[in-house]
């Protein structure tokens, strides 16, 4: 079970960092129909896949589920599930897709479904904090066939109105700058952006923000940047409020 100090001890039971590459070779990716097309989306099976507390993991964006490589020990005695959501990390990243947060629900569904599991803990980031959001309504709406236990939410926007996107995030929500955006953005101004959301006593290091470029960069991720960041208009339609 989590339990409720589990943040706090993330840091002291870090792993040695795998690099991106190891991550996902360490990972497979697994075909689905999601809302009747096929996908493949990568996925990984970590700590005791014999045991019956099983711990589901909902990243953040622009990341994928490397964000929670370090803290895997501290979960060990759990059954761990990790995927990358549609258009992120070693995911399928399809070109002109309508990106939303009830699709990947539906793709988070469909990963427990693939793994069997009826019960699961959650810890949830960012991107995933909205995902889990809607599962929430799902559950209140007796629509979620899986239950849920305890969940963490990690550091992101639950709450609409407090939120402060970054300029490039401004950019890419204009229609008219798209495409000037995907041909502008470089790993050095990615960098830069990612890294203006840390903390200046803990700003991420060169390895880290080039892994976590390479993750965004692969199987041609920049060409769908804009469509992902759409996640943030669509919060606001959808009333997604952390309130209920």
């Avoid at 070109?95 to 793709?107: R, T």
């Avoid at 799902?138 to 629509?143: D, F, G, I, P």
């Avoid at 203006?196 to 965004?216: F, M, N, Q, R, Y």
């Avoid at 060409?223 to 996640?231: F, H, M, S």
Wanted: hydrophobic share 40%; with cysteine.
């Amino acid at each position: 079970v989590l339990s409720g100090n589990l943040i706090f001890r993330f840091r002291a039971h870090c792993k040695m960092a795998l690099r991106i590459e190891d991550w996902f070779a360490s990972g497979k990716r697994i075909s689905l129909n999601l809302r009747g097309n096929a996908v493949e989306i990568w996925t990984k099976l970590d700590g005791n896949l014999s045991s019956p507390s099983v711990v589901t993991f909902l990243h953040a964006f622009p990341t994928c589920s490397y964000d929670f490589q370090k803290i895997l020990g501290t979960l060990r005695d759990h059954k761990l599930i990790l995927f990358d959501f549609l258009g992120f990390g070693d995911s399928d990243k399809p070109n002109k897709h309508k990106y939303s947060i009830a699709e990947q629900a539906d793709l988070t569904e469909l990963i427990w479904d693939h793994f069997k599991v009826s019960k699961t803990d959650i810890v949830a980031h960012d991107l995933g904090n909205l995902v889990m959001q809607e599962l929430l309504a799902r559950l209140e709406a007796k629509s979620l066939k899986v239950e849920l236990g305890k969940i963490v939410f990690m550091n992101g926007s639950v709450f609409p109105d407090l939120f402060r996107p970054n300029m490039l995030q401004k950019l890419l929500l204009l229609p008219g700058f798209r495409k000037l955006i995907i041909k502008a953005i470089s790993k050095k101004s990615f960098c830069k952006s990612l890294n203006a959301t840390c903390s200046k006593g803990h700003p991420l290091s060169g390895d880290e923000l080039s892994d976590i470029w390479i993750g965004v960069e692969r199987r041609e991720g920049i060409r769908i940047y804009p469509a992902l960041i759409k996640y943030i208009p669509e919060r606001a339609r959808n009333k997604y409020d952390g309130k209920g």
